[in-house]
């Protein structure tokens, strides 16, 4: 896109800091049923369903924990059977070898450190081996601790076109999410981008026309613009 068209849009829209709240409420109208789509009835659950959604589906990962958290109830449960069973257990996640080890390294150390209970804090969550920044933010807002915003490929595109960052690494787009985001939308922000992202804001060709965002948002597509 040439840079005087760029910044054109930029004017017309005018600063983030105007636009953010006008943002979170219309999509918080237009998405009202935002929320995790992994399904998990406590917070070990809610883990190890966030630990297995790297690189796959969470419709995948809720057919695969359907069965698991029948026979996997506790801490202990993952590292009382064999390696290949968990392996086994969770094949159909991708990456099974890498899983398994991060999860069952992750239940050594909430037993031997906290427990057996999933810490909330983001720098305890840290400490467990297989959990990054990412997961750490996802099991803390769910928690209602959120300390962070989770950037996840939908969050960065999103945040991209409606000009809240321009950073490609996710780190700083969480940075700069966080300088313009109220606080207490920390945890729902993430999601209300990440539906709006699957239904309307889609990765190849946007639904601009349909898009309630339209006016506050400077890569809408020019054929939409109303006026
Ligand atoms: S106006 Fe278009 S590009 Fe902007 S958020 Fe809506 S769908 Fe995405």
Redesign the pocket.
Known sequence: MPRTFVSEARKRVGPKKQRILPIIERLRAAHPDATIALHFRNELELLVSVMLSAQTTDVNVNRVTEHLFEKYRRPEDYLAVPVEELERDIYATGFYRQKTRSIRGAMRVLLEEFDGEVPRGLDELLRLPGVARKTANVVASELGHAQGIVVDTHVRR?SQ??GLTRNEDPVKIERDLQRVVPRADWARFPHLLIWHGRR??VARR???ES?V??DL?P???IDVMPG
């Open positions: 999103l076109r409606l309307v804001c946007p639904h601009c898009c965002l339209v948002c890569a809408a597509r």
